[in-house]
């Protein structure tokens, strides 16, 4: 099948705002970590977490980016090295775990939205609230990229704002040591450490996922890699200052949850700032939940265009030369999935895209096993490469693959029946995709 091709309209500067919404949209919802993990280790793992694990994938996607960058992204990179069934694998459990990922951010709008309503409205409310979050989204995806890029800045704004307010008065309210106690007293070093690390790592995830619309970003060898890197940089801080200081105000870190940056707030700048961080809440996660919906909507049409899905999913809107047919098929499944809650989102999306990392750094170290792999080709001036030959990759790639292993693990006991059929849905799906490929 040709390529369809789709509208290029994204610049630099909200390719950054995308990026950091992609990865983070500020520190809502990072207080889920705190219960599994304790306050201590939620806190060294954000800290820790982008040097073994965000820029290990930052320089793999990079690299990977600059020698493939089409539409599809790390599905088409994972195809080109390792063949049609893992191509379909990493295409599968990237569009399954978005749908996971898609509806976790819709759940959260509705858990940022109790303080807006009557305690009577909330059982509706977060039935309903996901629901018309996901439509909202999907109409602005089908007006364009550039659309999504200058509104996801300005979201980026007013969404870190109170944070930084809450830092500053926080100062002034600190009570507790944040570091302590360093993990739940009713929990072991390997539980703790497995599931937050899990979560952690979620909250470090999506810096390849741009990768997915090479075709509609300018100068993608170029800007895509210098704004993930920019991305990472305000991530960090934007997590670890808002949650210690918050910490630090608070008289028992064990009712903190979901959602507890606004009890924060209100403990910290009264009624005025819990509101505004609320209403922060619900504009990160309704950012979180458009860019995804931007970023994982463009696998379904890349495996469409290869033959695994039906073609219906390459059709582009006439006027605004976005995917529609798969912005709309990803939308429907993200709504299925908003019944579950937040942890169990979130830990069997990082099953999925645990898997897929894997598969991405391994990609990487394939393709520089082949001949010419390790160099630039003629032309390639602006291609990156990460330095040091092999073993630069091993020493870039082995560190965020042993926290993979051991943060799977650590998780195994409890979400092995949700993580498990998930992750391995793909092999019972693929002989069913090259059929309808063959049938083509």
């Not at 200058?150 to 926080?170: D, I």
């Not at 922060?280 to 995804?292: E, H, Q, T, Y």
């Amino acid at each position: 099948m040709p390529p369809i091709r789709v509208r290029r309209g994204l610049r630099f500067l909200p390719m950054v705002g995308v990026v950091y919404c992609l990865t983070s949209a500020g520190p809502a919802g990072i207080e889920e970590m705190v219960p599994a993990s304790g306050p201590g280790l939620t806190l060294l793992l954000l800290v820790f977490l982008p040097i073994f694990y965000g820029l290990p994938l930052v320089l793999a996607a990079g690299e990977m980016n600059s020698r493939y960058p089409v539409e599809g992204g790390y599905y088409r990179w994972i195809r080109e090295v390792f063949g049609d069934f893992w191509g379909f694998q990493a295409g599968w459990w990237s569009w399954l775990g978005a749908f996971f990922d898609g509806a976790l951010y819709a759940v959260l709008v509705a858990e940022y939205s109790d303080l807006f309503l009557p305690a009577a409205w909330e059982p509706l409310a977060h039935r309903v609230i996901p629901i018309v979050v996901i439509a909202a989204c999907t109409w602005i995806n089908v007006r364009g990229i550039e659309v999504v890029g200058w509104s996801t800045l300005l979201f980026n704004v007013f969404m870190l704002s109170p944070f930084a307010v809450l830092c500053v008065l926080g100062l002034f309210h600190w009570e507790h040591n944040p570091l302590v106690p360093m993990r739940p007293p009713d929990s072991g070093w390997l539980p703790a450490l497995g599931v937050g690390a899990l979560m952690g790592m979620w909250n470090y995830s999506g810096y390849e996922s741009l990768s997915t619309t090479m075709e509609e970003v300018e100068n993608p060898r170029r800007n895509y890699l210098r704004a993930i890197l920019i991305a990472i940089l305000i991530t960090v801080p934007s997590y670890v200052l808002p949650l210690a200081i918050g910490l630090a105000a608070t008289p028992d870190w064990t009712t903190v949850s979901a959602g507890s940056f606004t009890d924060m707030g209100r403990r910290i700048g009264g009624p005025l700032l819990a509101t505004w961080i609320a209403a922060a809440g619900i504009v990160s996660n309704f950012a979180l939940s458009n860019v995804n919906l931007l970023a994982y909507s463009r696998i379904p049409f890349a495996m469409a265009q290869d033959g695994f899905l039906p073609a219906a999913l390459t059709r582009v809107h006439r006027v605004h030369g976005t995917p529609w047919v798969a912005l709309l098929a990803t939308a429907v499944f993200y709504t299925v999935l908003t019944p579950l809650n937040v942890e169990q989102l979130a830990v069997i999306e990082m099953w999925l895209f645990s898997a897929l990392y894997v598969a991405i750094y391994l990609a990487l170290w394939r393709l520089r096993c082949r001949p010419g792999g390790a160099g630039r080709q003629d032309g390639e001036t602006d291609r990156f490469l990460i330095p040091g030959g092999r073993r630069g990759i091993w020493w870039v790639i082995l560190p965020p693959m042993l926290l993979i292993v051991m943060a799977v693990y650590g998780s195994f006991g409890e979400y092995l029946w949700y993580g498990g059929p998930a992750l391995l849905s793909g092999l019972a799906l693929y002989p069913l995709a090259a059929w309808w490929k063959r049938r083509k």
